[in-house]
C-alpha cells in the first residue's frame, strides 16, 4: 500500500494480522472500484460499454461468492482476502453491496436527491467500514452504526474534493435537488468558482460535517481502542473537509490533500488520545470495582 493513500497511517497502528487483513481488504475494495473506471492511453480516456463494465462486475461477484465458498478465487486480490474471511467472520454482504455500489456508476452518473445518494455512499463506504470493523473487533453493536456514518462522511469528503475530476469524467454526485436549490447546473460548475458554486459546495460541506459529528458521538467509548485506526481515518479526512473549507471551498485551483507529515502527525496525535482514554478508563473501572 503506498504511503500517499489517506488510509497509510491509519493501518500502521494495527498488530501485523490485522494489518494483513485489512490490507488484503482495501486491495480487493480498490479492485472492484477499479472495474468500471475508465482508462486513460497517452492521457486520453477510453471508452468501455456499459456490456463490458457489467462483465467485469459479474467477474468479481464471483470473486465473492468464491471468497464465501469452497470455489478457488481467480484474482491475487481474491485469494489473498479468502482466508481471512473465515479468520475474522467476514460479512458476506457488505461486499456484495459494495458491488452493487459499483455498478451503479455505470448506470447513475446523476442523483436527483440525496437520498439517491445516501444509497450509493452506504454501498461503496459504508460497506467497507462494516467489513473493517469485524478486523478491528468491537464489543458494542454501535461500531456498527459508527461505521455506516463515517463511511458516507468519508465518501461525502471525496464528492467534495474530486467534483472537478468527476465532472472531467462525465460524472456529478452532487444531487440535482441541491444544484437547483442554489441555481447551478453541470456547467456553471465547470467554469469553477462563482457565488452560486460557493453556496453549493458550503452546503455540501456542512451536510459532510453533520456525518462525522454523527460518527464521533456514535463511537462506543469502550471500543475507542479498538477502533483506532478507523479515527485516525475519519481525522485524516475531516482535516481534508477542514483545508477545503479554509479555502474558500475552493476545490478547482488544485486537488486538496494533506500532506504526508501532516497525516503522519494527525495519526500520533489520535493514537496517544486512544491510549490515554483507555487508561482513564481502565482505571476508572478499578476503582469501581
Known amino acids: 500500500m503506498s504511503r500517499d493513500t489517506s488510509f497509510y497511517y491509519s493501518f500502521l497502528v494495527l498488530p501485523d494480522h490485522k494489518r494483513r487483513a485489512i490490507i488484503a481488504v482495501w486491495d480487493f475494495c480498490r479492485a472492484v472500484d477499479d472495474a468500471v473506471d475508465l482508462p486513460t492511453v497517452d492521457g486520453v480516456m477510453m471508452n468501455r460499454t456499459a456490456a463490458v463494465l457489467e462483465s467485469e462486475l459479474a467477474s468479481w461477484r464471483r470473486e465473492v461468492d468464491c471468497c464465501f465458498t469452497e470455489k478457488e478465487p481467480l484474482t491475487v486480490q481474491g485469494r489473498r482476502l479468502k482466508p481471512y474471511v473465515k479468520q475474522f467472520n467476514l460479512p458476506r454482504q457488505p461486499l456484495e453491496d459494495l458491488v452493487e455500489g459499483v455498478e451503479m456508476d455505470i448506470h447513475s452518473r446523476r442523483y436527483e436527491t440525496f437520498n439517491e445518494l445516501y444509497e450509493y455512499c452506504l454501498r461503496v463506504a459504508s460497506s467497507v467500514g462494516l467489513v473493517c470493523i469485524e478486523i478491528f473487533g468491537y464489543s458494542d453493536r454501535r461500531a456498527q452504526d459508527y461505521a455506516i456514518n463515517l463511511g458516507v462522511a468519508l465518501q461525502l469528503t471525496n464528492i467534495i474534493r474530486d467534483l472537478p475530476t468527476d465532472l472531467e469524467a462525465g460524472r456529478l454526485y452532487l444531487p440535482l435537488e441541491d444544484l437547483r436549490r442554489f441555481g447551478c447546473s453541470p456547467d456553471v460548475i465547470r467554469q469553477g468558482m462563482s457565488t452560486p458554486v460557493h453556496e ?30 478507523a479515527e485516525i481515518m475519519r481525522a485524516i479526512y475531516f482535516e481534508i473537509l477542514k483545508r477545503i473549507e479554509r479555502r474558500g471551498y475552493d476545490v478547482f485551483s488544485e486537488v486538496v490533500r494533506v500532506p504526508r507529515p ?20 481502565s482505571m476508572t473501572v478499578r476503582r469501581g470495582a
Open 262 to 281: 501532516r497525516r503522519a502527525m494527525i495519526a500520533a496525535i489520535v493514537w496517544s488520545q486512544a491510549i490515554l482514554c483507555s487508561l482513564h478508563r
Open 200 to 229: 453549493l459546495i458550503r452546503f455540501e460541506c456542512q451536510r459532510a460535517r453533520k456525518f462525522y459529528r454523527e460518527a464521533t458521538h456514535l463511537i462506543p467509548p469502550a471500543d475507542k481502542m479498538n477502533l483506532v485506526a
